[in-house]
C-alpha cells in the first residue's frame, strides 16, 4: 500500500496532540477532499487505523492527513483522521496543519502574517498565522459558518433524567451540554468521568436527535458532545468528549464556534464580541464573531478562531509486510469501556 515509509511531524495545540502526515501517504481516491473523507469512511479505513490506533498510537491523540488542494483558491489541504472515523474539521488540527506547513517550509512563511487557505471536506478555512523568526506564533482560522439547529433540545437519559443540549455546527455537529446538569465540574480529575459521560450522551443522541448539514448531505451526525461551563472571568469552560472516550485537551475550536452560533442565536453575541474559550486544563482559544451568513435557510455567524500550537519532533511509521498489527488494536485499560464500539 505505501511505498517506503509515512513522514509525520508531530504538534500539539494548546495540549492536544495533532500529529501532521507530509510525506509516504497513499494516493486517496476522490475530486473532493470531502470525497476522499467519505472514501476513507466508507471504503478503505486502512491508512486511519494503521496510524490511529496502537501499537503507533494511544487514544489522546489525532493524526492529519495534509494533502494537495483540490480547489484552486487552496494552498493544502487536509483531512482529520481520529480513532472512529475521518472527520471534516477540527480548529485545533488546522492549528497544528498550519504550523506545521509553515514551521517545516512546505508553505512559504512571510512575516509578519502568512495567510494559508485550507480545502477542508467542511469547506475553505482562512488561516492567517502571525510569524517571527521562522515561528509560527500564533494561528486565527476564519472558519466555516457556524449555525444552531436546535436551542435546549430535550433529551431523556437513564441516568441523569431529561437533560437540555444545544446543537450546532461550528465545522461539524455538536451537542452542547452545561455540565452541571451531569452532576460534574470540568477538572482534570474528572476526564474520565466526563468522557463516559459524553460518551453515553452521544449514543442516546444517535436514537433521539437528528440533524443534516443544509448544503452537504453527508454531514448528518453529531460528531461530540462539548460539555460547558463558565468561568468566574467570564471564559466559556469547555470540554469536548471523543469516542471512544476521552476529552479534548485543547479548548476545542469547531466546539467554540458552536457555541459561538448558540450565543448569536440566543441574542447574547452580535457582529465584533468575542470569548474565551478555556480548557479542562487551562489552554485559551479566543473565539469571535466577525460576521453572518446564511446556509441554506438557517441564521450563521462567521467565527474566528485564535490559538497557538508547537511542532516538537518528527517521526517515520514504516510498513513491515509481517508486522501482526496493520489494521492497529485498542484495549479498554486506556481507550476506556466503550473501545468495542470502534470494530
Known amino acids: 500500500m505505501w511505498k517506503n515509509s509515512l513522514e509525520l511531524l508531530l504538534v500539539h495545540c494548546q495540549g492536544e496532540i495533532g500529529k501532521v502526515i507530509v510525506g509516504g501517504a497513499p494516493e486517496i481516491p476522490g475530486a473532493s477532499i470531502l470525497d476522499k473523507m467519505n472514501h476513507i469512511n466508507t471504503v478503505d479505513d486502512r491508512l486511519r487505523r494503521f496510524v490511529t490506533f496502537e501499537p503507533r498510537a494511544h487514544v489522546a491523540m489525532t493524526v492529519n492527513l495534509a494533502l494537495p488542494p483540490t480547489r484552486p483558491d487552496a494552498d493544502a489541504g487536509f ?68 449555525f444552531a439547529l436546535d436551542i435546549d433540545a430535550q433529551v431523556k437519559t437513564p441516568k441523569w433524567g431529561t437533560i437540555r443540549a444545544d446543537i450546532a455546527f461550528g465545522g461539524v455537529f455538536y451537542a452542547l451540554v452545561d455540565v452541571a446538569q ?88 452580535k457582529t465584533g464580541d468575542a470569548r474565551l474559550s478555556r480548557s479542562i486544563i487551562g489552554g485559551t482559544f479566543r473565539a469571535e464573531a466577525i460576521g453572518e451568513a446564511a446556509v441554506g435557510n438557517i441564521r450563521a455567524v462567521l467565527p474566528r478562531i485564535t490559538g497557538e500550537a508547537w511542532v516538537y519532533g518528527r517521526e517515520e511509521l514504516r510498513i513491515d509486510p509481517d508486522d501482526p498489527f496493520p489494521r492497529g488494536f485498542a484495549l479498554s485499560d486506556t481507550w476506556g469501556p466503550q473501545v468495542g464500539e470502534l470494530g
Not at 84 to 113: F, K, Q, Y
Not at 120 to 139: D, E, N, P
Not at 187 to 195: E, I, K, W, Y
Open 79 to 146: 483531512i482529520v483522521l481520529q480513532a472512529d472515523r475521518a472527520h471534516p474539521m477540527s480548529g485545533s488540527n488546522c492549528i497544528c496543519v498550519v504550523t506545521a506547513l509553515l514551521e517545516s517550509g512546505r508553505v512559504r512563511m512571510v512575516e509578519p502574517e502568512t495567510v494559508v487557505r485550507l480545502d477542508t471536506a467542511a469547506g475553505l478555512i482562512t488561516a492567517r498565522a502571525r510569524c517571527r523568526g521562522g515561528r509560527c506564533l500564533s494561528v486565527s482560522l476564519d472558519n466555516v459558518p457556524a
Open 182 to 269: 451531569v452532576g460534574l465540574a470540568i477538572v482534570p480529575d474528572n476526564a474520565r468521568a466526563l468522557a463516559e459521560a459524553g460518551i453515553a450522551i452521544k449514543a442516546l443522541l444517535k436514537e433521539q436527535v437528528k440533524v443534516a448539514h443544509p448544503e452537504i448531505a453527508s454531514l448528518d451526525e453529531i460528531a461530540y458532545v462539548m460539555f460547558r461551563d463558565r468561568d468566574a472571568d467570564g471564559a466559556v469552560r469547555t470540554c469536548t468528549t471523543l469516542k471512544p472516550g476521552r476529552v479534548d485537551r485543547s479548548p476545542c475550536g469547531t466546539g467554540s464556534s458552536a457555541n459561538l452560533a448558540v450565543l448569536h442565536a440566543r441574542g447574547e453575541v
